[in-house]
Structures are given as structure tokens and as C-alpha cells.
């Protein structure tokens, strides 16, 4: 049996919620990992059984992704914050946590410290496509690649390609060669879980407009760089931002000019969009030191 089909959970949060559990040592932090746009708790099933030694692990599938469907939720940023608070408050009792990001987790982790600080001791995101520093435009790359899905009926229709016109394994393949710099290193059992997933997707009659959602509201997000970077400057929290020197979803220019003087900045030169993914214990050992330091381990 895979180590992930043992941590299976459910919850109800006005509707069915999926999640991975992996329990820690006593008197230890909770972590709880966010995956992105078009992810899910897949993509962190590398990582999350050895950060379990740090402390518990919980990996939620936000609405519309993986295995949580839409179930009359809205999928956008700002209802998965709220998902997210209602998460932390029932399986967490309230935090606070260690909220590890990937991409659109990254900056849902962020949200949430900024709305709800009390719940979150950190922050560790990497590949966040984060708000402009102040007197920048947003990033062309993250633009153009939300923007067509504004379009009415557009983008719809490439949101059907996407995902339900292609067989999953060439989805996988195509996708793994976009946010991985190297995706051989992904294990083959971890690529057959993320074809499984892509197949579940196929056969949700919501998935399309779940996803299309949230690519119209991360495009909502960054066109008002004023709000975005107006809770980004309301993070007090430490932040670990991690980036992968050949990302080629979120630029790393933009990101590291977008990032505030406190926090911890550290870049993977050959590393794509899904560090956790392609290099586990490079992550790992990035988080682990940050713990460290912060004094979290065995808290």
C-alpha cells in the first residue's frame, strides 16, 4: 500500500474536503501543504512523509482540485482562503501552523497570515506568483497565462482542452516538462498517482469550471497589485521564499523584486516551478534549517 492511500482523509467544510495525514512527534508543529493552480495533493507526496519527522502533516485538495470538488463552492482565491481558514479551525483547532505553498498555495498561505494571523507561525512558499513591488507591472508570463482564460467563452473552451480532451498520461508528460527542470526525477509510482488524478478530473463535470474560476480570480488578483500587495505587506509572520532558478511558470526576477527585506529568500538554480517534486530532500532541507532557526522543532 502507497504511503498516501493510508494518510487518506475526508472532512465536511460545506462540502466534502480530501486530505493526506501524516502524524508527528508530540509537542511539534502542524505543517499543512497547499498545492497550485491545477495541482493537488499529488504533487507534494515526495515531501510531506519525511517532513511528518518535523511534525504532523496535513495536505488539503482545495475546492475544485484533486479529489475536494466544487460542491456549489466557489473555487476562487478568496472562498479557497476561507476554505482554508475553516480547514485549520476544524482539523487543526484553530493553529497555529506552518503553512508550506506551492505557486497559488504560496499565495493563499500568504493570505491567510495576513487575514487570520493568530493561525500562522510561518510561511514557506515556493514558486509564488507574488503581487509586483511597488512602481512594477505585474508579470507579463503570469499575465498572459490567466489572461485568455478571462475571455467569455474562450476561456471555457481551453479550459475543456486542458483537461478533458487529452489523455492523461500525455497531460502529465506535457505538464511535468513545463514546472519540472527535470522531470525523470519524478518516481514512476508518483507519476501513475498523478495520471489517476488527471482520469478522476476528467469524469468530474465540474472541473472545468472549477479551474477556469480560479484562473479568472488569480487574473483579478494580480490586475490590482494596490490589494494584493497591500496583504502581502500585512505578512508579519517569518517567510521562507523558495524559487527554482528554471521556472518557467512564475518568473524569478519578478518575485525576488516582489519579495519584502525580512523574509528568507533562497533560490534552487536548477530547480523548475514544483521544487518539492523534483528535488524532495532539497526542500526538505531548506525548511528544516528555517524550522530551526525559528525555534518551531519540538516546540
Known sequence: MDSWTSASRWT??????????????????????????????????????????????????????????????????????????????????????????????????????????????????????????????????????????????????????????LPPEWLIRMGFKVVLGDPSTVPEDVRRLHVELVRDQQAEPDAVQAFVQTTRSILAWMTRPDLARAYIDAVTCPVLLMHGGRDRVVPLKPTLAAAKPDWDVRVFPELGHVSQLEAPDVWLDEVRRWVERNGWAGR
Open 12 to 165: 465536511d467544510l460545506d462540502g466534502p474536503v480530501f486530505y493526506l495525514e501524516w502524524p508527528g512527534p508530540r509537542n511539534s508543529p502542524t505543517f499543512v501543504l497547499l498545492h497550485g493552480l491545477g495541482g493537488s495533493h499529488a504533487n507534494w507526496v515526495r515531501a510531506a512523509p519525511a517532513l511528518s519527522e518535523l511534525g504532523r502533516v496535513l495536505v488539503p485538495d482545495l475546492a475544485g482540485s484533486g479529489r475536494t470538488p466544487r460542491a456549489g463552492r466557489s473555487s476562487g482565491v478568496a472562498a479557497n482562503r476561507g476554505l482554508l481558514s475553516r480547514f485549520l479551525l476544524q482539523i487543526c483547532d484553530g493553529g497555529p501552523v506552518v503553512l508550506c505553498g506551492n505557486s497559488l498555495g504560496g499565495s493563499l498561505a500568504l493570505l491567510q497570515a495576513a487575514c487570520e494571523p493568530d493561525s500562522v507561525l510561518g510561511v514557506a512558499a515556493n514558486g509564488a506568483a507574488l503581487p509586483p513591488a511597488p512602481g512594477r507591472a505585474p508579470s507579463a508570463v503570469v499575465l498572459s497565462g490567466t489572461a485568455i482564460y478571462a475571455l467569455p467563452e474562450v476561456g471555457e473552451i481551453l479550459g475543456w482542452l486542458r483537461l478533458k480532451a
